[in-house]
């Protein structure tokens, strides 16, 4: 069985494009979107119009072709257009809406997690504490949170943050796979210490609590994204942690995306240039 894996697309028309014909002349069973899918930039409408105006009209190829479309929003895709997000996937028997769910194919069972680490950036809808432990950055302005009014703003973000359930919290009452094996996760989040999470200023964000995850269940795969630039710092777009191969390809100007061949276990990157 073999899969397309991509993540941290932002609303690129040309990429979601050549996605679909990535995955039709692979003869892809499942293509995988592991979040920040829409316009990160722009007016709060902007995302609701690429739901309806480009997504919806995207997915139904998917369908047409039979191709299973495994998605959710990311930690840049406001919450508020998350039931919205979630009507037009159901609208297709091929597109299944992932977060925080659990969905089996031909044996293979799929689970999804959009929460992310805490960061020093405004928008906070899918953020959370990695740990009880965890020491919060320094915060560039109040947290904001999406509404339908617009920006509702968080003075003490930190003390919000705290009655909050936590990362591992998130990862701990997930639904459990029937065979671990099988499993396949879908965790926006990188794990920590495994060179999938390096930033531009050299700072590792990765999450303790994805990796002691990871190294605990010790699931198939783990597909992760949210730093885009990681494999470009590390030259590390993949890891072992365990029995677990853990997938992080980022995504910079160029189209990047993964190939896996779940029969024989075998992966490719790929970097596009637009054309």
């Known amino acids: 069985m073999k899969i397309s894996f991509v993540t941290d697309l932002h609303g690129s028309e040309w990429k979601y494009n050549r996605l679909f014909e990535v995955a039709t002349d692979l003869k892809a069973h499942i293509v995988i979107n592991g ?13 609701r119009d690429f739901i309806t105006s480009f997504l919806d009209g995207y997915f139904n190829k998917f369908n047409d072709a ?16 998350d039931q919205l997000f979630e009507e037009v996937c ?13 969905y089996d194919i ?3 069972e799929f689970i999804g997690v959009n929460w992310v680490v805490d960061y020093p950036f405004r928008l906070k809808d899918r953020c959370r504490m990695d740990t009880n432990e965890y020491v ?4 560039l302005g109040t947290g904001l949170l999406s509404t339908q009014q617009g920006f509702k703003e968080v003075k003490d973000w930190s003390a919000y943050a705290r009655s909050l359930p936590t990362l591992n919290d998130e990862l701990t009452k997930l639904v459990r796979p029937k065979n671990m094996s099988n499993a396949i996760y879908v965790i926006h989040m990188p794990p920590a210490r495994l060179g999938l999470d390096k930033c531009y200023n050299s700072m590792e964000a990765g999450s303790k609590a994805v990796y002691d ?3 605990k269940n010790q699931p198939l795969l783990a597909l992760h994204g949210h730093i885009h630039e990681s494999p470009q710092m590390t030259g590390k777009w993949s890891a072992k942690l365990g029995k677990t191969t853990c997938i992080q390809p980022g995504q910079l100007d160029d189209f990047t995306y993964v190939t896996i ?15």
């Open 136 to 139: 919060f950055q320094k915060q």
């Open 213 to 215: 995850f990871i190294k």
């Open 35 to 47: 979040g920040d899918m829409l316009p990160k930039n722009g007016e709060l409408s902007q995302q």
């Open 90 to 102: 159901r609208k297709y028997h091929f597109v299944v809406p992932l977060a925080q769910r659990k």
């Open 66 to 81: 039979g191709i299973y479309y495994l998605c959710y929003p990311g930690n840049d895709d406001l919450m508020i257009f």
């Open 106 to 108: 031909n044996g293979y």
């Open 261 to 275: 061949d779940l029969d024989s276990m075998h992966f490719e990157i790929y970097n596009e240039r637009y054309r």
